[in-house]
């Protein structure tokens, strides 16, 4: 069976995408070199997660920009961290919703318009 093993942001502004996920999600972010590339690290490599890159978007946002998939992020708040988001600059695009026995999501948009998930994880949602 085929993993995940890595994941890339896609940015009009490689830079302001990295300070918006380095103070939303506390991870840590570093340009490789003199590139457009950001490495980013979301965790120890003895907790389960991939960490994966920034990198400068080809082509338009609401043009022949890259289509992707939509990454979800495990937090034990997701009222905090949505709360982050915001804060940071980010939007809300779907409210909080229960997937029952598993936890609450909700997406949102980071400032390069990209969507992702946030789970907490509640086998008491409903």
Known sequence: MARVVHFEIHAQEPARAAEFYKNVF????????????WIVKTGEKDEPGIDGGIMKRH?????EAV????????????DYYGEK???????????KMAVPGIGWLAYFKDTEK????IMQSDPEAK
């Open 26 to 37: 506390n991870w840590e972010i570093s340009q490789w070199g003199n590139e457009q590339y």
């Open 59 to 63: 082509g338009e946002v609401d043009g």
């Open 85 to 95: 988001v915001i804060n940071s600059g980010g939007e809300n695009v779907v409210a």
């Open 114 to 117: 990209n969507i992702f998930g």
């Open 67 to 78: 289509i992707a998939y939509v990454c979800t992020i495990d937090v034990d708040s997701l």
